[in-house]
C-alpha cells in the first residue's frame, strides 16, 4: 500500500463546476497535510494546508480533512480553465529519530474544459 | 521579496562525471529539502537538513551527497552521475518542522547521457 495515494485521472470538469479532488493517507499519526498545484513544466505551488478534522475554506478552495477515515481531498469551485493543472497531495510524516518529511502522492490531473 | 532559487534550470552531462545542483534561500529557513520528480513516482525525497551541519538521507539517497554550511545554501552532489538520475530536481524550504510548510524553487531538469 501506498503512503499516499491519490487517483492519477484524469479527471475532466466543465468551466464553472465543482472539482472534487481526493486522498488517502496510511500514516494515522500525520498531523498536517497540503494540497500543491502544479502546472506542467512548473515547480510545486502551495495551496492549502490543513490540520484539523473539517473544513478550510480560502477562495474558490475548500480543503477537508478525516483523520478517523484517513482522507483528505480538495473541493475547487466554479472552476476555471487556469486551473487544469496536477495537483499534489502530501502529508507530513514523522520520521525515525525525530523531525518531519513530506511524502507526496503521485498527483491528480484536472482539465477544466470550456 | 525573499525567495528559493535553483541553478543551473537545465543541465546536460555525461554519465560518470560529477555534478553539482545549487539552492540558496534568502528566507532564512532552517529546513531544506531536495526531491526528484519522474512519471509514474512523484515527488521523491533525496535529502534534507534542518540546519547548518545538519544532513540526512531520503528515500532515494544513494548517488546522491550534500553539505550545509550556512543557513542559504544546500547544494546537492551526484557523485558520479548515471542515466538513472536524469530527472527533474526540486529544491524546497521549510521554517518549521512540526507544520513543515515547503516553498519550493523552480526546479533544474538534468539530463545524464
Known amino acids: 500500500q501506498k503512503e499516499v495515494e491519490q487517483n492519477s485521472g484524469p479527471l475532466s470538469v466543465p468551466e464553472g463546476a465543482i472539482a472534487s479532488l481526493n486522498c488517502t493517507y496510511s500514516?494515522?499519526?500525520?498531523?498536517?497535510f497540503f494540497w500543491y498545484r502544479q502546472y506542467s513544466g512548473k515547480s510545486p505551488e502551495l495551496i492549502m494546508f490543513?490540520?484539523?478534522?473539517g473544513d478550510k475554506e480560502d477562495g474558490r478552495f475548500t480543503a477537508q480533512l478525516n483523520k478517523a477515515s484517513q482522507y483528505v481531498s480538495l473541493l475547487i469551485r466554479d472552476s476555471q480553465p487556469s486551473d487544469s493543472a496536477t495537483y499534489l497531495c502530501?502529508?507530513?510524516?514523522?520520521?525515525?529519530?525525530?523531525?518531519?518529511?513530506?511524502?507526496f502522492g503521485t498527483g491528480t490531473q484536472l482539465k477544466v474544459e470550456l | 521579496d525573499a525567495e528559493i532559487t535553483q541553478s543551473p534550470r537545465h543541465k546536460i552531462t555525461e554519465t560518470g562525471r560529477q555534478v553539482t545542483l545549487a539552492c540558496h534561500q534568502t528566507?532564512?529557513?532552517?529546513?531544506m529539502f531536495w526531491y526528484r520528480q519522474d512519471l509514474g513516482h512523484g515527488l521523491r525525497l533525496i535529502h534534507y537538513?534542518?540546519?547548518?551541519?545538519?544532513?540526512n538521507k531520503g528515500e532515494v539517497s544513494d548517488g546522491y551527497s550534500v553539505s550545509r554550511s550556512n543557513t542559504e545554501d544546500l547544494p546537492l552532489t551526484l557523485e558520479s552521475a548515471a542515466s538513472s538520475q536524469t530527472s527533474v530536481y526540486f529544491c524546497?524550504?521549510?521554517?518549521?518542522?512540526?507544520?513543515?510548510?515547503?516553498?519550493f524553487g523552480a526546479g533544474t531538469r538534468l539530463s545524464v547521457l
Open positions: 524546497a524550504s521549510s521554517e518549521s518542522r512540526g507544520m513543515n510548510i515547503q516553498y
Open positions: 500514516d494515522r499519526g500525520s498531523q498536517s
Open positions: 490543513i490540520y484539523s478534522n
Open positions: 502530501a502529508v507530513n510524516m514523522m520520521v525515525t529519530g525525530g523531525g518531519n518529511k513530506l511524502t
Open positions: 528566507w532564512n529557513h532552517n529546513n
Open positions: 537538513s534542518y540546519g547548518v551541519q545538519d544532513t
